[in-house]
């Protein structure tokens, strides 16, 4: 355990119970706070999310997933390959007590219990687009905390180019590991100055609660303007590197799963056509847009790259 990690969240790390009320009220202007969140049956009025920021990338027309559909169709390969394996059979993880390890190409490399790892932070609410255009699309209300704090307080080298994530792979709690479904542990990775965007989260929430089980409990990985595979679910390993990290989907099906996995509805993945999605709960598919709504945020990160080649 580093000192240096923990300290008392700093003054201006904290939400001005102001800045809150306005946010609610900007979302119920937005018809998000009734339509989305208040009128769910599993949200009492202390759970609805809090939005700091503004809240990216949602439109007019969005409408938040059900707490329902955002919990019961999941994909947690270590829990099964179907759809509803990891909400029925999840309940096996304990996601407290919890370690995660900060190691490779950084000043600051330590073992840390999940609480303190977060302590000295805010914990952000924020609301984002989330999607898999394979099987799924949903508008969820992560909570979460920017990468990026705690990309700079574990000090990366200047050789370091790359984040790995490597999640739980313990067979006593998940049934599906005995099944070579995926190269065990999953692993993830992002290329440093991605991972540094505000827009990546590390998420420890959805709806105002804590995540459960088969979203990822109890950290996970949420890169709204990725495909969903990016998000890797309970995280026991942050690891810096030089080399692009391999990752489970990758090295499952390396010609339909690249690194970047930046959304792009002009290239068709090998099986299906990303140029359009249907959200959950929606009759009418939607035309996908690229980097998943926040190319104005994020387009940057790849100028120069060939994303069709880099997919
Ligand atoms: N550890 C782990 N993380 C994972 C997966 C997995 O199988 N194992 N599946 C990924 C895929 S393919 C998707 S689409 C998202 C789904 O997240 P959700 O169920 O919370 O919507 O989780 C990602 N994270
Ligand atoms: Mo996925």
Redesign the pocket.
């Known amino acids: 355990m580093s000192k240096k990690v923990c300290s008392a969240p700093r003054a201006s790390e904290i939400t001005p119970e102001g800045v809150y009320q306005d946010r609610r009220r900007f979302l119920a202007a937005m018809g998000l706070g009734a339509g989305g969140f208040l009128m769910s049956p599993f949200l009492r009025a202390e759970d609805s999310p809090r939005i700091v920021g503004k809240p990216f990338g949602l439109r007019a027309d969005d409408r938040v997933t059900p707490w329902e559909d ?1 919990t019961s ?6 829990f099964g390959t179907d759809k509803s394996d ?1 909400a029925d059979y999840s309940g096996t993880l304990k996601p407290k007590p919890w370690t995660v390890k900060v190691d490779g190409l950084c000043d600051n490399p330590g073992q840390f219990q999940l609480e303190d790892f977060l302590k000295p932070h805010t914990i952000e609410d924020r609301i984002y687009r ?1 999607r ?1 255009v394979e ?1 799924w699309s ?1 508008v ?1 209300p992560w909570r979460g905390i920017p990468l990026a704090s705690l990309i700079k307080r574990a000090g990366p080298q200047s050789a370091a180019k790359y984040v790995e994530f490597t ?2 792979a313990d067979p006593s709690q998940m049934r599906g590991i005995e099944q070579q479904f ?1 190269n065990w542990p ?1 692993t993830e990775g992002l290329r440093l100055d991605e991972a540094m965007h505000p827009l990546a989260l590390l998420v420890t929430g959805v709806y105002g609660r804590d995540l459960p089980n ?3 409990a109890p950290l ?1 990985l949420i890169v709204p303007w990725k ?3 990016k ?4 995280i026991v390993r942050i690891r810096f590197s030089e080399e692009q990290p391999k990752t ?2 990758n090295m499952a099906a390396s010609s339909e799963y690249g690194f970047f996995a930046n959304v792009n509805p002009a290239v068709d993945h090998p099986r299906w056509t990303q140029s359009k999605e249907r959200r959950i709960g929606d009759f009418i598919k939607r035309a996908t847009l690229p980097f998943n709504g926040y190319a104005e945020e994020v387009a940057s990160l790849y100028d120069g790259m060939d994303l069709v080649k880099n997919f």
């Open positions: 955002v169709y999941n994909n947690f390969y270590e990891p989330h898999c099987a949903m969820v999640t739980l995926l999953y088969q979203n990822g996970r495909y969903g595979f998000g890797a679910k309970s489970a989907w």
